[in-house]
Every structure is written in structure tokens, then in C-alpha cells.
């Protein structure tokens, strides 16, 4: 398994913009898929982005696309999530995740390594 951190969270006005951190603690980063997940109070876990292990491939839900932006650096072990235009449906908990094969996947079942989670809360 993957040890994941993520680190970025916080408080911010509607319109606003944050960038989240998942560090990883694997060697063989680079040939993981990533994701970023969100869970709000009361909802279940959503997907928000993913990025292949070449970077070159990337897949957002669509209430995200066109506001953030998933990346990645394998010589630093950290995938990031700059998020723009943030809106008060954006407050969640957002939590990164690693998948074996590579390839990304907005499917939750395919991961087998999570984050703890880091708050993200846009005020109106």
C-alpha cells in the first residue's frame, strides 16, 4: 500500500482558488495512477479528477471541469488539485487516492490506497 498525505485544505470566499497536496511515500510513484475524491456531509464519495502515471492523461467530473486542474510531479511523489472558481458546493472533504494499474480511473473501487483527507470549505 501507499502512504498518502494530503495538505492544502482551507477556508475560502466563493470565487476563490486553493491548490491541494498529496504526498506519497512509494518509491515506484510514478507507475500509480492518481485520484482526487470528495465526500461532503451527508453524501457519498464522489470522484473529482484523475491523472495517469505519465501525466499525459487526465479525466474530471464534469461539475469540476474547466475550474480545476489535476497534476502531477513524480520526481516530488505529489499529484496536486489547483482548484479555481470555487463554489460553495465545492466544500467537502477532499481526499486523494492510488491505483496500481497506472491508468487513473473515476471508479472509487479501483483504488486501493487513500489519503486521509484535508477540509475544504468555500464560503458564499
Known amino acids: 500500500q501507499v502512504q498518502l498525505v494530503e495538505s492544502g485544505g482551507g477556508l475560502v470566499q466563493a470565487g476563490g482558488s486553493l491548490r491541494l497536496s498529496c504526498a506519497a511515500s512509494v518509491r515506484t510513484f510514478s507507475s500509480y495512477g492518481m485520484g482526487w475524491f470528495r465526500q461532503a456531509p451527508g453524501k457519498e464519495r464522489e470522484f473529482v479528477a484523475t491523472i495517469s502515471w505519465t501525466g499525459r492523461s487526465t479525466y474530471y467530473a464534469d461539475s469540476v471541469k474547466g475550474r480545476f486542474t489535476i497534476s502531477r510531479d513524480n520526481a516530488k511523489n505529489t499529484v496536486y488539485l489547483q482548484m479555481n472558481s470555487l463554489k460553495p458546493e465545492d466544500t467537502a472533504v477532499y481526499y486523494c487516492?492510488?491505483?496500481?494499474?497506472?491508468?487513473?480511473?473515476?471508479?472509487?473501487?479501483?483504488?486501493?490506497?487513500w489519503g486521509q483527507g484535508t477540509q475544504v470549505t468555500v464560503s458564499s
Open positions: 487516492a492510488a491505483e496500481r494499474y497506472g491508468l487513473g480511473s473515476p471508479g472509487r473501487s479501483r483504488y486501493d490506497s
